[in-house]
């Protein structure tokens, strides 16, 4: 068992531990996958807003949704840190299609994300630097601020 899963394995077992998960795309206030509306759509409690943070690494466009490479030494992806019930993380792992035992384009990792002060260990959803070989890279690392662009200059 990985780190990472172990750690997140211990948080599910641990009900007062808490959990936080780091969102930079469409799980974000205001987008199609709403953190707060997927918790409100399944009877979980709302997630707590924690803060605005940047992680480093490299964001691409999908289409419909960006994907994260990881890169220590990449610019920085802008995203929300919340603190969510562990019941939320099955409702996430669908969002981004992150089944136990298959592969797919996401997957579910624990990092430390710097925000107001403090640092989380967070969920955090990922893809691989293979997947996006082809891909636009956002340069900025704000999945909203260039979404709202893209669509307003292709409209």
Do not use: K
């Not at 007062?16 to 509306?37: C, K, P, Q, S, W």
């Not at 807003?49 to 990449?74: K, T």
Request: proline letters at 6%; a negative charge; aromatic letters at 8%.
């Amino acid at each position: 068992m990985t780190t990472a899963t172990r750690d997140l394995q211990d948080a599910h077992d641990t009900p007062d531990e808490a959990i936080h998960v780091f969102v930079y795309g469409t799980l974000r206030a205001g987008e199609i996958n709403d953190l707060m509306h997927a918790a409100a759509r399944h009877g979980i409690a709302p997630p707590a807003y924690v803060g605005s943070a940047s992680l480093g690494g490299r964001l691409y466009d999908f289409g419909h949704y960006p994907g994260m490479v990881l890169d220590a030494a990449g610019s920085g992806v802008t995203g929300d840190i919340y603190r969510i019930p562990a019941a939320l993380i099955p409702v996430l792992d669908e969002i981004e299609a992150v089944y136990p035992g298959e592969a797919g384009l996401f997957v579910r990792e624990m990092h430390d994300v710097a925000c107001n002060g403090a640092t989380y260990t967070c969920i955090v959803y990922p893809v691989s630097e293979s997947a996006v070989a082809q891909l636009p890279q956002i340069p900025a690392g704000d999945w909203v601020a260039y979404r709202r662009e893209r669509d307003t200059s292709e409209a």
